[in-house]
């Protein structure tokens, strides 16, 4: 991957990079989009464009923090033993 400007973040990956970058199969990240979930996107005529900083700024909203389960629920909340 060859970054196109001279900052890392500033960097515009097409969306086969992008893809990469992520490690998600190009067709997910597709599907992110589609359904508005996927990080920011530029359309230039028909190439879309994603920038570096703002593939990173999405991932940085779904990171889990430590001691939290799935969905966000403190996973001591579950060890109660009541189901």
């Given at each position: 991957?060859?970054?196109?400007?001279?900052?890392?973040?500033?960097?515009?990956?097409?969306?086969?990079?992008?893809?990469?970058?992520?490690?998600?199969?190009?067709?997910?990240?597709?599907?992110?989009?589609?359904?508005?979930?996927?990080?920011?996107?530029?359309?230039?005529?028909r190439n879309v464009l994603y920038r570096k900083r703002d593939i990173d700024s999405w991932l940085d909203t779904r990171a889990i923090e430590s001691g939290m389960?799935?969905?966000?629920?403190?996973?001591?909340?579950?060890?109660?033993?009541?189901?």
């Open positions: 991957m060859t970054p196109n400007s001279s900052t890392d973040g500033d960097a515009l990956l097409t969306h086969e990079e992008a893809a990469s970058y992520l490690r998600l199969p190009q067709g997910t990240l597709y599907q992110l989009n589609y359904k508005g979930g996927g990080p920011r996107r530029i359309r230039v005529g389960g799935v969905r966000g629920v403190p996973a001591s909340a579950n060890a109660g033993g009541t189901a």
